[in-house]
């Protein structure tokens, strides 16, 4: 069956959209705020915290970049009248960066102003290596304005231990993940092993400085790891969030960690542009194209 699975899954970027939609559900909390929302509720309702994206990235034209900013500046508004724990994660390139860095940063500070106003968290998610330096140098920018803002290192990356320490302040919260984009071995590791040997350097480097870590992962042999030495420090729990894609099965791992007394935010994206996003999900997990089958022909 998993010959099956990933077969399918190498296929569907090149089928009809809706022939993919079934299979984009459990990652996608739908394509509108409103669906979002309900998503938002369900997390709260089992005791997570979450954080939003709207899918997307690379707009061309400044019309669109200027619609994403007000799409993200009513998701703030729609989040602002929510009881939990909720914040956004964006990317700079979907607000215009490709055009020039002056539209983006002022898409950004209008949702930023927004953030503000309703007292809840951004973060500035990280893309390909060409754009360290100038998200990190936008996250400067925009954290000297609001303290609650973080951003995000990809643990690949050679320079991410640099980068940390550069970083590092009491106002530092940072989301450590392993990375997505392919990037060269010049300037990344290329194996899991040594991947996970940084992705625990960097967590455990954050957590010996002053700032707060966001510890995304799905990897058991990570989050083995890290929950033996968070408990054999004694690192304080305010010190540290687990985080986990929406819709990625992890048994009832999630649970177990809230169980803890520990905070887990589910990252919840959504939006029109849901099929690129789907399919990647689906190349790294294809074993999920097995369980919407099964549960297709259940019905």
């Known amino acids: 069956m998993d010959w099956f699975n990933t077969m399918m899954a190498s296929v569907l970027p090149y089928c009809p959209r809706w022939m ?3 299979f984009a559900h459990p990652y996608v909390a739908g394509e509108t705020i409103e669906d979002a929302l309900k998503t938002i ?3 709260h309702s089992q005791g997570f915290a979450a954080t939003v994206d709207i899918l997307g990235e690379h707009i061309q034209t400044e019309s669109e970049a200027h ?5 993200y500046s009513d998701l703030y508004e729609a989040i602002g009248n929510t009881n939990g724990d909720c914040t956004i994660s964006l990317k700079i390139s979907h607000l215009g960066l490709d055009i020039s860095e002056h539209l983006a940063m002022e898409n950004l500070m209008v ?9 809840r968290g951004i973060t500035i998610d990280m893309e390909n290596s060409e754009l360290t330096d100038i998200t990190l140098d936008i996250y400067r920018k925009i954290a000297a304005k609001y303290d609650q803002t973080g951003t995000v290192l990809q643990a690949y990356l050679f320079r991410s231990l640099t980068d940390l320490k550069a970083l590092d302040s009491h106002q530092l919260t940072l989301r450590i993940c392993k ?3 392919r990037e060269p071995p010049e300037i990344a590791f290329q194996t899991k092993d040594e991947i996970r040997n940084n992705f625990i350097t960097l967590v455990q ?3 010996k400085g002053q700032g707060t870590a966001q510890i995304a992962t799905h990897d058991p042999i990570l989050l083995d790891s890290l929950e033996n030495w968070i408990e054999e420090n004694q690192i304080s729990p305010d010190r540290f969030e687990f985080q986990a894609l929406y819709g990625v099965p992890m048994g009832d791992r999630l649970k177990k960690l809230r169980e803890k007394g520990w905070a887990v935010r589910i990252y919840v994206p959504f939006g029109e542009q849901w099929f690129d996003y789907s399919v990647r999900r689906l190349k790294e997990n294809p074993r999920i194209i097995g369980y919407v089958l099964g549960n297709l022909f259940k019905n």
């Open 20 to 22: 993919a939609r079934p």
């Open 41 to 43: 509720e369900e997390i």
């Open 67 to 71: 619609t994403v900013r007000d799409e």
């Open 111 to 119: 949702i930023v102003n927004k953030a503000q106003e309703v007292s």
């Open 179 to 181: 990375g997505i984009y």
């Open 205 to 207: 480097s954050l957590l």
